[in-house]
């Protein structure tokens, strides 16, 4: 019985004719099958592609070499490419503050086998959701507020440094990342919002969507920027609630709708399947 | 055969014990079923009632004498109540600009019966919608902007007023009303705003939407105030979409949610199933 | 500072004129506030009532007393009524197989304060979901199938008898119940079907609905009768699913459905929402 | 000032490696570029591409000349392939018994330009729809049933080849088609059922819906085939109802499903979008 290779390819270039048969055509002439394949081109002129593909191991290069005879093509249309092997699972770090609704999501999951990542950690500024953390056999990181904020920043990265991160999610995470993280995070850290961005940035977001009035409620996850509930939205997902709901209760609705819409996020990213356009994503699904 | 008479009664008061048992019994006492009853008391202390009744003509009193019979307990709770014969139809005056969509779900609604509405007049400021409307068997009235603002609405209140009016529709009127048409319509104008609000407010919404990367979009009915698009929300209805979608196809996937919003809310309005609290709407369906 | 007694009261009787006077004067002479009021009348013409009230303890009677002044009314419009404390906490049984999420959704809600009950048992045919359960600091009873099928279910409701349970959840139990058993826990045995009812009934749903090549699927929750997937329904939700979905990915895709559709049955249930009309429900919500 | 030519191929194979490699390295040497392009391969081995694609008038072939030189590729990969010129707008015949929402909506889109398609013909075995039709400039044939059913087939199936018809769009049209229409229009006829299959099949599913107690309808488009209400799903929609909705407030919520159902099946079929697989659909959306 032969193992099977599987890689994936994703890539932004400028878009012009011939990017999709010189790609396809240089798989096909590394032996490899095409599993999955999407485009996007973009009304400014971008084009993104996202390739999963397979091959017997022995009969197609390794990603080492395949990423080697790539490069002529991606000089040739100027791709910012990405190629991985979809065997290696994604090292995801969680960090939470009090309340456990988006990490317990998250975990079980994982626990089920249906989000395919490792959790080196799991880190936050209380102690509330160690028993949990811990329950599941993973690490849990306590990382209180020292009051020097640049302290705390050094010792969050040093602990993402030190654990070879892809991707840090804070699953309602009650802390604004300084500028600091943001930058040395850029595109590799997501944010549930609860409330349906644009509308209702900042603080209690239930509470300004239960003043306004509005019908229905919704959850935004997107990429962390240094503008506060800016960044790239990645998923949303939204929920009808009547005039009888007071704002505890919008809490308590909309915590289903965060969970769900982070969960997939995550799941997304991790497969490689969000790329990021300026202040939009292309979400191949 | 005995005719049946249906009357509903609307009210909001300060919340206090009793209130509901003091109508009930008084109802009971005159003879009346109760169909529908719905109830909601508002965390700011106002309660708000809908009650819809029935009884044989003749058996029950006519809508006067009950009235004036149900004074009384209107001074006690100090209710600001409203008692309606739900055989009158409401009188609703239909506006629109150059874009059909709504006026033509509305119209179709009204056509099949399913709509208990009167439309003594379609108004518009562009012709474009008069042969569909003339189909319709409807008086069509073209008022365009003659440059004279005051003149204009001038003309608009006349026709209004002309028509013993109780609703007036703005189905995409694309022309923002003066305060003094607000002032004069307060509570009796509902909106179809085409975004999700109160996000994208103002202009072109579906193109902030699309700029913005929103994986959701919306519209949202209800009623005009003199602050744009910040009158209380009806109702609101939400669409997914995806990356791939253009501002213009987002304008058509919008148009199936407005005007299906609209309807709901037209309906629930001329149905006396919504009552405003503040910036906030009490919808009892 | 004075204590605050809750009660509720839910009826069923043939739909007649009088009846919500009769009743809301009644609590009204007894000094109660209503808090939330909904009624129903079928067209078969059973009329449904749900009052939620309040008074202050001392004020007010306790429920006893309030039972028994009540009876007459009970009497004259042939009401089956029942008076509840909403203090009390209903005593709800959870029962799963091997599979989590549903169990793991409402033992979360339960320790985040979110659901309203006591659960004195996990029941199981497995031992899969023993750890979660007991650090959840709640008892697991692992009743594996002996293969005497009465002895299995003489053991499940002395369990039940013992504990004096109000609701038995089954939380994706993959067995059917026995008629003495669906017999016994009438009207209080709620399942979650991972299929949209009545499509898809039995086994393995997901697959049935990916075979067909339905475009939505979806869960319910229903009370549990002697006909398999026909008791009435409390609840459904539903999901988009792509043609590029696999069985596998429906059933994972569904698990999220199912929890949330589960979670608010429990909850309607316990909260008193919830009337049987023949095959069908009420929901007052 | 340049025009530009814009095909479309769809096609379906056996699934073996080199096809997305040789399609696009063909059309890429054909000058053409790349616009849109979908591919999915299913268990059962089957693979399913659709690629939109254009370049200037006179730089790249006509559409006789690229299927000719396409020849090759198909034989090599036993394509089914079909290319088409998107230019060439779907002719399209409604058919419609008395109901009008669907046919309404279709051509509400038709006249906004939302939907590239032509009409050449709106058939009814009633009269009723004749005004709005004709008041859309469209062409009315009543055909009503004469008793004679091969009598009726044949004057229909004269008008459908008469008028060149790539699609015939069943908008409630409220006769079973014999099994030798269903043959003579197999894959190329839609129709909207208004419930949500496979549940509620047949006669007046919103009923069957109500009696059942379902929480939420919906309505279905497929292709017709002989076998009633079981052919291939295109497209299905939801809506939430509440208990105290009767099946005639069921009827009214679910049209608007209906039309926004049905005008999206259109729009992918005309499109390009559906494939059938077997009892499947894919849609390339």
Not at 65 to 74: D, H, N, Y
Not at 118 to 134: E, G, K, L, M
Request: hydrophobic share 40%; charged share 20%; net charge negative.
């Amino acid at each position: 019985m032969t193992d099977t290779a599987r890689y994936l390819l994703t890539s932004v270039c400028p878009d012009r004719r011939g990017i999709v048969a010189a790609v396809m055509g240089f798989l096909h002439g590394e032996g490899l099958s095409i599993d999955e394949a999407h485009q996007h081109g973009t009304p400014e002129g971008q084009f993104f592609l996202r390739i999963a593909m397979s091959g017997a191991v022995g009969a197609v290069p390794d990603l080492a070499t395949l990423a080697a005879r790539f490069a002529p093509i991606e000089a040739e249309f100027a791709l910012q490419a990405e190629l991985r092997d979809l065997a290696r699972r994604a090292r995801v770090v969680i960090m939470v503050s009090r309340t456990g609704h988006c990490l317990h999501d998250l975990l079980h999951r994982w626990q089920a086998g249906q989000l395919p990542i490792d959790i080196p950690a799991v880190v936050s500024n209380h102690d509330d959701q160690r028993s949990f953390t811990q329950w599941c056999g993973l690490p849990f990181h306590h990382l209180p507020a020292s009051g020097d904020r640049d302290a705390d920043d050094d010792r969050l990265l040093a602990l993402i440094d030190g654990l070879d991160v892809d991707l840090v999610v804070l699953a309602r995470y009650m802390q604004i990342l300084s500028p600091r993280l943001c930058a040395r995070l850029a595109g590799r850290c997501i944010n549930i919002h609860h409330g349906f961005l644009p509308s209702f940035k900042g603080a209690r977001p239930y509470h300004q969507a239960h003043a306004r009035g509005v019908k229905i409620i919704g959850a935004t996850a997107h990429y962390v920027t240094t503008d506060l509930d800016e960044g790239p939205i990645i998923e949303q997902a939204t929920q009808r609630v009547s005039h009888s709901r007071s704002p505890e209760e919008l809490v308590t609705i909309g915590q289903e709708v965060e969970a769900s819409v982070l969960s997939r996020a995550v799941r997304w990213h991790v497969e490689g399947r969000v790329q990021i356009a300026g202040q939009r994503t292309i979400v191949f699904d």
